[in-house]
């Protein structure tokens, strides 16, 4: 069997989707204490560790055939705004250094690295893909969104595959159908925590107006962004955020989606273990990797190699 390690595995989604693409993974580590227990509860045939990697001790780390990596993402995403510039923001960059770290040690042969597509305008970038290099890796770089992987919900990623080759490989997915939103969403009444679209700010009720004039009596409305009208419920959810971006409207009700409904965006399955503080969750949900990503990249990078 394929043998597999996750870096910054948060609460698991790369590792689910990495097994259900038939990876055995061994070795996982995040350095947040509460990602992890729910990490164990979920993977216990894992048992990963809590540690900050830029302290990791790499020759501790089994050999492995994969390496999954998620560096922190918040310190070059466009979103964080000025909050880039701040010590925490280089902190947070600096994370993608561990996978060079590791890679040194053990010369994986494959390492699929997850992040925004900021991620390339980072300054060090050039001298992280150089160092990459140096090792003996070829880098494909490839933007990756749920949507056309069959997930409910439009969510763009880089994924970068580097391998022990002469040149990058090329990854090629098969024909997904479309998956609409509709296929989460719970429409009944009795479903969340409703508000009346009256009692919302001007900049709600605008966009709400608008959404209806576009699809009637139920869809979806998305705050925290440029958008000035609804999104039907039969395409995907935009991206899930840790903040509550997306609201259903049924009539003149709205409401956010659930957390329920949130992990079915990201493709957990529903027996999926999650804290009890709906902020915990929230942050765990946002922030993971996609198991229907994570596994359909390792699929396409293994028919590739």
Known sequence: MIRGVDLFAGGGGTTTGATQAGVNILWAANHNPTAV?????????????????????????????????????????RAAGKVKKTLKADLSRSTAWAVVSCLEVHKTPMAIIENVEDFLLWVLYPAWEAAMNALGYSLSVNLVNLAHLGGPQSRERLNIIATRSANPIELSFPEFEMVPASSFLDLSMDSREW??????????????????KQHGDIFLDASYGSA????????????????????LVIGDNIGPITLKEGARA?????????????????NMIGN???PLMAREVTKAALRAA
């Open 37 to 77: 227990d729910f990490f164990k509860l979920n993977h216990p045939e894992v048992n990963p560790i809590c540690q900050d990697l830029h302290q990791a001790d790499w020759s501790l780390v089994p050999e492995h055939d994969i390496l999954y990596a998620s560096p922190c993402c918040q310190g070059h995403s």
């Open 195 to 212: 508000d009346k679209v009256e009692n919302r700010v001007i900049k709600t009720r605008n966009r709400v107006a608008n959404g209806r």
């Open 288 to 290: 993971a990797v996609p």
């Open 266 to 282: 990201q493709t957990f399955p529903d027996d999926y273990i999650w804290p009890s503080s709906k902020t915990l969750t929230k």
């Open 228 to 247: 000035k009208g609804g999104r039907s419920i039969h395409k995907p959810l935009g991206t899930v955020t840790c903040v509550n971006k997306h609201s």
